[in-house]
């Protein structure tokens, strides 16, 4: 096992660059760069503001030349008709521009080897700083839902195999498979109308993940404060989630119900509890358990995005989202990089529970064979 670990350590490395390199290239056919952004800026105001600009840069300057990740527009900007070309030049260098792309690259790769992702361009804060303060909301909206949704996907699903044919299992299908042809945006969006002072009902907050002055509650109210919070959005995700999962836990304990072994142990006399949770569990529930990491980093990647930005939660994926908006490049691929980076690493995870839950598995005799 400890050498297939580090073979999937050693993978991660071109993984990563691979990754790093096609969201490069891409970026560099993107318009309206940070450039094309400050000279339309400086057109819309007056001299006052370029003078102020040029001759303030400097500090600015130091740290973007820091930030590698730009596009590769020239100078030939549109809209740069009526500036000082030298100023256009200077716009470039301190963004970074000056340089070839493939240089930019290779110095955005030597800086991320240390975490040093730049600086953004808009809020001239550290990336990674950045990243740092709005990585708990993401972690915690992912995390919650994913255990919210397994603490009840699990006992459904296995309720749904022992009366598969059967009523409850017909009718628990069919809302399970409505809710998942919900998008999670949709339904948020419900939830605000009916919950949130929309129309109806105004018994949870709109927006953020605590209160302005929750520093200043005691622990316990702190603790319901946050939970007030996180209610409408963590529902709004599971809802979207609970169909895969139920359907998987009760396709893989048919799957183990109808196998041999389990005839045997009826035969035997043993009653459908001890059957079921004394020899099925373990084994229908290897790929449930194993999936987990998966499911987290898919709820963390995609699922939150939405329910981040329609909340106004403070997390990766609104910083994300405003950061595409707004053209800075530096915040965009920072935080790629780092969702590249978690995600190979609950991957390997996700195999290592698998071996934990299953010594029977080995992924080192699978690759060599």
């Not at 975490?115 to 993401?138: A, H, Q």
């Amino acid at each position: 096992m400890l050498n297939y670990i580090l073979r999937r350590l050693a993978l991660m490395v071109p993984t990563i660059f691979g990754i790093l390199l096609i969201s490069f290239v891409i970026i560099q056919f993107v318009p309206g760069g940070p450039v094309e952004r400050m000279i339309a800026q400086l057109q819309g105001h007056n001299a006052d503001a370029t003078a102020r600009f040029s001759g303030g840069g400097s500090d600015t300057a130091n740290a973007a030349m820091g930030t590698t990740q730009m596009t590769g527009q020239n100078s030939a900007y549109r809209g740069a008709q009526g500036l000082d070309p030298e100023f256009v030049k200077e716009l470039e260098k301190m963004y970074g521009f000056d340089k070839p792309a493939p240089e930019r690259f290779f110095i955005m790769i030597k800086n991320y080897l240390s975490f040093d992702l730049g600086t953004s361009y808009n809020r001239d804060i550290k990336v990674i700083d950045l990243v740092i303060e709005k990585m708990p909301v993401s972690i915690s909206l992912g995390l919650w839902s994913t255990l919210l949704i397994y603490l009840i996907c699990i006992p459904l699903g296995i309720k749904k195999a022992v009366k598969d044919g059967q009523s409850f299992d017909i009718w628990t299908s069919a809302a399970i498979f409505v809710g998942y042809a919900i998008p999670s945006f949709l339904f948020a969006i419900l939830l605000i109308i009916v919950f949130a002072g929309g129309r109806y009902f105004d018994w949870f907050p709109l927006r953020g993940i605590v209160s302005d002055d929750w520093d200043t509650y005691p622990w316990w109210k702190q603790a319901f404060d946050y939970m007030w919070h996180m209610t409408l959005p963590v529902i709004a995700v599971v809802i979207s989630g609970f169909a895969g999962l139920t359907m998987l836990t009760k396709n893989s304990f048919l799957d183990e119900i109808n196998k041999q072994y389990v005839l045997t142990a009826r035969a035997k006399g043993l009653n459908d509890n001890k059957v079921l949770y004394g020899h099925v569990f373990r084994n229908a529930m290897l790929i449930v358990i194993a999936g987990f990491p998966a499911a987290f980093m898919h709820i963390f990647f995609t699922g939150s995005l939405l329910i981040e930005v329609i909340f106004s939660l403070d997390g990766l994926g609104l910083l994300g989202y405003e950061s595409i908006l707004n053209r800075d490049y530096p915040v965009v691929l920072g935080t790629l990089y780092i969702y590249a980076l978690i995600g190979l690493v609950m991957t390997l995870v996700r195999d290592i529970i698998y071996v934990l839950v299953d010594p029977r598995i080995n992924f080192e005799s699978t690759q060599n064979g």
